[in-house]
């Protein structure tokens, strides 16, 4: 079996794509990660020849649809934007009016994709995505963020990581809409040792140590005493869209304190610690960074290592998307990496 991941810069969801990608590997099946903005189509689809094509909505063009018409045999699955009665914020990725044209050229040509996903848990893609079902008859999928135990797996501490609260991730004015409300309100703050990194400047913040490379990125999150998960506005607004953070912080035994959002709270339970507000995002951290407090901290990050060891691995995700493709032997053989 072959599989072709189309991937587009660098975000979450570029991790999130090459973590399942690193699962497909480990288990035996071949696997290419491309970018389809900088490589043509036809050169990576002739070169490759897959037998699946994981691929996004919102960068499907008419060489990919041609690729993928050609193929009578390929299966294909599409992550797309939202796509519902009620109208979103349009921080949120939704499915346009030249989305659907492709859809419909590629359903013409090729039929239905197998499958429309996005980083959503199931219960929340069959409302936020449903019409694709009630108009088209495509299956949903829900395929979370997770954690890439290949990546992340074997954190070690070091001393030149040491903080009392270490973060990695960018800044934008969106998303710091709830980081400046919880964590840069806090940073000169003289008690609290703090180090930021990420590959955008953040804007005004000392703490700020650039880019860190791709192995001390999960050495940080057991270096730090905490690593915080700060989730964008919309998330608070609706409860779910889980990001990536927690997922990694925790797959490498790291401690972390989180917004409260619906699901991510259903899912984590007492292996995060919760909070509602940034006075009580203040209160924890104080609490925590005490060395009196280090066993309670330990306990609470084996316990999210656990849950993310038992359901949200990066090999758990790639095992469900081959499950909607129907490959159900693949799908089996993939969870047998994690005994």
Request: proline share 3%; glycine share 6%; charged share 25%.
């Amino acid at each position: 079996m072959r599989i072709l991941i189309s991937n587009d810069g660098m975000h979450a969801h570029f991790f999130e794509r090459m973590a399942w990608a690193n699962a497909f590997k480990a288990s035996g099946i071949e696997c290419v990660v491309y970018n389809c903005k900088t490589l043509r189509a036809f050169d990576v689809f002739d070169k490759f020849q897959p037998d699946i094509f994981i691929g996004q909505l919102y960068n499907l063009d008419r060489a990919t649809i041609k690729c993928i018409s050609e193929r009578p045999h390929l299966k294909v699955a599409l992550r797309a934007g939202e796509y519902r009665n009620e109208k979103m914020p349009p921080e949120i990725l939704q499915t346009t009016d030249a989305d659907l044209k492709n859809l419909n050229e590629l359903i013409e040509n090729h039929g239905l994709p197998s499958f429309i996903y996005t980083h959503y848990f199931q219960q929340d893609i069959e409302d936020t995505h449903h019409l694709f079902k009630d108009k088209f008859g495509i299956k949903l999928t829900g395929v979370p963020m997770s954690g890439d135990i290949l990546a992340y797996g074997n954190a070690e501490f070091k001393d030149y990581l040491q903080c009392d609260i270490g973060f990695v991730g960018g800044y934008w004015p969106y998303k710091g809409r709830i980081i400046d409300q919880y964590l840069t309100r806090i940073l000169n703050d003289y008690r609290f040792h703090v180090k930021i990194f990420g590959n955008q400047l953040w804007p005004h913040v000392n703490q700020y140590c650039g880019v860190l490379n791709d192995e001390d990125v999960k050495n940080l999150f057991v270096s730090a005493k905490i690593c915080p998960n700060l989730s964008e506005p919309h998330s608070h607004t609706y409860g779910i869209d889980v990001n990536e953070r927690a997922f990694k912080v925790l797959a490498a035994g790291g401690f972390c304190i989180m917004d409260n959002v619906k699901r991510a709270k259903e899912i984590f339970k007492d292996g995060v610690v919760f909070v509602d507000s940034d006075v009580g995002f203040e209160e924890a951290v104080e609490y925590f960074i005490m060395e009196s407090n280090a066993e309670q901290r330990m306990e609470i990050a084996r316990k999210g290592h656990e849950i993310v060891m038992k359901e949200h691995t990066n090999f758990h995700r790639a095992s469900t998307i081959l499950e909607n493709f129907g490959e159900h032997s693949h799908a089996d053989n993939i969870l047998k990496g994690l005994q």
